[in-house]
T-cell receptor
Framework: DTAVSQTPKYLVTQMGNDKSIKCEQNLGHDTMYWYKQDSKKFLKIMFSYNNKELIINETVPNRFSPKSPDKAHLNLHINSLELGDSAVYFC??????????????????FGEGSRLTVL | AQSVTQLGSHVSVSEGALVLLRCNYSSSVPPYLFWYVQYPNQGLQLLLKYTSAATLVKGINGFEAEFKKSETSFHLTKPSAHMSDAAEYFCAVSVMGGYNKLIFGAGTRLAVHP
């Protein structure tokens, strides 16, 4: 079973369109993240949710709206896509240190990534 | 604020040679440190982590890293490179707070030649 799964894996779309990426984790973690990896492989955190509550929002344009219906799911919706949005988007999960448990050392578990290409 | 600097965006070694990937961190509080590996078109996989226990950390695939507080370094090494080690390697730092926010270095691409 895949621990952190994202869909779709590839997404090609036109400028101005709206698209969504879905993420699910079956690790029982209470925290989920979206990271963006640009063409130079640089990884930057975008959002983080803990138990459905937004805890990190790293100066991301309002066109990006994360939604967490429950602690196992974190979706990313992007409105009015721009060329600069082309990137690989990674979902990740972890168990927060506040929650305790066996994984209190801060490691993140990543999905396989969703490659978004805006034409 | 925490940050990570990886020296050398590209490292090339011969098969069987020592692998050394450099990482320096900046943190005002004791950090957690990680090395992740990314194979082409895949996600990130944890290689090893430092969490304030032993300063020499052993990870998967024969990799290890040593935490040196005086040098603010966490370099990754492997005694003998394999062709299968060719990948992108990322060093990351996490704040010792309640929530786990990883800040990544820019990555180092490792090439292994026969």
């Amino acid at each position: 079973d895949t621990a952190v799964s994202q869909t779709p894996k590839y997404l090609v779309t036109q400028m101005g369109n709206d698209k969504s990426i879905k993420c699910e984790q079956n690790l029982g973690h209470d925290t989920m993240y979206w990271y963006k990896q640009d063409s130079k492989k640089f990884l930057k955190i975008m959002f983080s949710y803990n138990n459905k509550e937004l805890i990190i929002n790293e100066t991301v344009p309002n066109r990006f709206s994360p939604k967490s219906p429950d602690k196992a799911h974190l979706n990313l919706h992007i409105n009015s896509l721009e060329l600069g949005d082309s990137a690989v988007y990674f979902c990740a999960s972890s168990q927060s240190r506040l929650a305790g448990g066996s994984s209190r050392t801060g490691e993140l578990f990543f999905g396989e990534g969703s490659r978004l290409t805006v034409l | 604020a925490q940050s990570v600097t990886q020296l050398g965006s590209h490292v090339s070694v011969s098969e069987g040679a020592l692998v050394l990937l450099r990482c320096n961190y900046s943190s005002s509080v004791p950090p957690y440190l990680f090395w992740y590996v990314q194979y082409p078109n895949q996600g990130l996989q944890l290689l090893l982590k430092y969490t304030s226990a032993a300063t020499l950390v052993k990870g998967i695939n024969g990799f290890e890293a040593e935490f040196k507080k005086s040098e603010t370094s966490f370099h990754l090494t492997k005694p003998s490179a394999h062709m299968s080690d060719a990948a992108e390697y990322f060093c990351a730092v996490s704040v010792m707070g309640g929530y786990n926010k990883l800040i990544f270095g820019a990555g180092t691409r490792l090439a292994v030649h026969p």
